[in-house]
């Protein structure tokens, strides 16, 4: 296939993917809208949600990298989303003495910042995983 068709088909992926992330991320966040919030300025929830974004790529690149086809670049992609709206689910449960989601809607930087670097660091671990 041409190289650059490829190139834009693997983009488009990435793209459809991230907002498929996105808006599913955009549902399991009750206590308030991600996009309200940074239209607010609210950095801690910006952080959060880059962390996302940037870890879902980091798990299609690596998916990219190491798969012949694009359709297993999309399902390691969609595997990857998974993992990571996962990974969130878990970081609210095992912060006992506080609700990740209320520190974001305060706009705690301190928790953004670790929200977004376990999303990107768990990124590169699903990342390195795939074969």
Known sequence: ???FLLT??????AI???VVGLVIFEQITRKYKDW????GRNAAVALSIGGKTIGICIILTFSIFHNDTILETVYWG?????LQLVAYVLFELFTRNFSVEEQLKEGNLAVG???FS???GLA???GASIS
């Open 78 to 82: 969609l595997f990857g989303m998974v």
């Open 118 to 120: 376990v999303s990107v």
């Open 1 to 3: 296939m041409n190289p």
């Open 124 to 126: 590169f671990v699903i």
């Open 8 to 13: 834009f088909l693997y983009y488009a992926i």
């Open 113 to 115: 910042i670790v929200s």
């Open 16 to 18: 459809a993917i991230v």
């Open 36 to 39: 309200d919030e940074i239209k």
